[in-house]
């Protein structure tokens, strides 16, 4: 009798070692909400008529709840919008918040539903002032919760993969849609309509998310996050800085209300290599004159606007934005001038960032 019971304690004590080698704890991600598509309700499942950030995070985690078994998953509503509405102190109040829950020792990783019309923004915004190497995955839906078809339920799951896995981890802001992870520096919206929105047209995919796993292919080589100067922690507000657009007979006047309005900063989105109508020119120097900062960056989408090619920066004190789009120019740019109004060190900041 004695030996069988030695004998049962015994295989109970293997088995409880087993199921504890076996079981790794799953990651603890927490979902911070913002509104977009992902949240959004139609009349009719098939009509393209909606409102995006209509659905709080529960309704959104309710539709998943295979998530529950990737990660112990928290969430917050932190903004119920659509993601045209973004403004310089929502990105403050965001990248604080998750600069104050990666800090935790409870939290592994983070992922932000958000709306895919100014995603690439947040996400290179995030990218640059987010203090930790722990996983921030970006993602939503192009069709509302409604839809047929609704790919917000598969991107929440596939995001949150994404921000569990310890391959994630220092590799940057991250977006997740349609299974690929792309970088926040080059991942940019390029389709109005299709689920396969997102690409990064200058760097390629990083990798992919598929069954429940990820697969990285690249890594990003540009400096991003713990590495980055910039410090948003006591912020309120940003420097103004705006974009004009180039275009065949550019007229002046769009770069001297941004003079007249008192901004720090002008992006350029020119033409081809970042080029610049004869009639806007003057009044870029004269921005340049007042003490205001312009980067010359180009509407073309891939390919670099380099630097002392057709214009020469050095003699116009332009800053070159090379390959980065005109709207994460934009960011870089209003960054920079937190730290130094040197032309020269922040065209070092193009070069790295
Ligand atoms: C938005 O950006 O909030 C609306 C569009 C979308 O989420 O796809």
Known sequence: MRTFKNLASLILLVFGFACSVSAAPLPRIHILATGGTIAGVGASSTGSAYKPGQLGIDQLLEAVPE??????????????????????VDWLKLAQRVNQLLARDDVDGIVITHGTDTMEETAYFLNLTVKSNKPVVLTGAMRPATSLSADGPLNLFNAVVTAGAKESEGRGTLIVLNGIILGARDATKTNTLSVQTFQSPNSGILGYVHDGEVNYQLKNEKLHTSQSVFDI??????????????????????VEALINAGYEGIVHAGVGNGNIHKQVFPALIKARNKGIQVVRSSRVPTGPSTLDAEVDDQANRFIAALDLNPQKARILLMLALTETNDWEKIQEMFLVY
Request: avoid cysteine; charged fraction near 20%; proline fraction near 5%.
């Open 67 to 88: 998530i529950n078994k990737v990660a112990e998953v928290t969430g917050e509503q932190i903004f119920t919008i659509a993601s045209q509405d973004m403004t310089d």
């Open 233 to 254: 922690t006591n912020r309120t507000t940003l420097p103004k800085v705006g974009i004009v657009y180039g275009y065949a007979n550019a007229d002046p006047v769009l």
